[in-house]
Structures are given as C-alpha cells and as structure tokens.
C-alpha cells in the first residue's frame, strides 16, 4: 500500500500575482500630456470640419459627423479655461461615449495607449495647477514627465 504525497505545490494565485492596471489613451495640451481610461474612447480623428451650433457654450467648438452620428465636439483648451490655439489645422478629436451619448473632445495632440498599474498612480499633487486639479483623479510618473489621469465624465460636466 502506497503512502499519500502531500502536495507540495504552491498555489496559481500565489505565483502569477496579477497586476491590477488600467489602459489610458493619452494625450495633450499645450505641454501637459493627460490619459483617458480607453473604455470611454470610441474612434481618435484627425482634423475635422465642425459645424458650429448657434448659442452653443463657448467650450462648445460645434458638431461633427461620425458616420451618420451628431456628435458635440468639446473644445478641452476652453473647458479647463486655457488660451485657445491658432488654428493651424493640426488638433485631433477623441471620440468618447460616456452614457450612452457621444462626445468629440478637441486636443493638440494624441499619444499612444500606456497600460499603468494602479499601484503606480498617486494622488495629485497640491501645487498641480488648479485647471488640472479639478479634473485629476491620479498622476503617472513617465520618465521625462507626468501623465495626469482625467475622469472623463468631470471634464464633461464642468
């Protein structure tokens, strides 16, 4: 008769620990680069022909066509209350679906989509300039500056 082997091995959770992390399609302004969670982005476009929208909000640039679709195109410059840029042609639109509706938010430029552990954002900083303080929910430090993580939802609401 055989004698029993205890198992010996270390459990699977133990050895693959997994990383919490969240994907951020980022982007910038003026110098400041800032992420999105890319669960809210739906298309990135370059230069698009805006209809302007009579009485709109000044941070309101118009409306575009997607494919069918009226989306509001929100000026990000304007919304967090910076200097508007010359318009040379060159601003891109992130498509983002928040609630089921769709919304362009105008930015100078779109990065690439970095996958950052959770463990690795920190709480903004108090001397981060109140423009980004109010939109911030965390910071990324990159090797030659700060990813400012937004929530989408509040650069929507403000």
Aim: hydrophobic share 45%; no cysteine; glycine share 6%.
């Amino acid at each position: 008769m055989s004698t029993p082997v205890a198992n010996t091995a270390m459990p699977v959770a133990s050895i693959y620990h997994a990383v919490d992390s969240q994907m951020y399609v980022t982007m910038g302004i003026e110098k400041q680069l800032f992420g999105i969670n890319v669960k809210y982005v739906r298309d990135v476009l370059r230069q698009q022909k805006v209809t302007a929208i009579p009485l709109a909000p000044k941070d309101v640039s118009g409306s575009l066509n997607l494919r069918g679709r009226i989306v509001t195109v929100i000026d990000v410059r304007s919304r967090l209350g910076l200097p508007p840029r010359e318009d040379d042609g060159k601003s891109m639109f992130v498509v983002v679906e928040v609630k089921n509706e769709l919304y362009s938010l105008k930015v100078d430029m779109v990065g690439e989509v970095l996958t950052v552990a959770d463990a690795e954002v920190e709480k903004p900083p108090a001397h981060l300039a109140s423009t980004w303080r109010d939109v911030a929910t965390g910071i990324h430090k990159l090797p030659s500056e700060l990813l400012v993580i937004v929530n989408v939802q509040t650069i929507l609401a403000l």
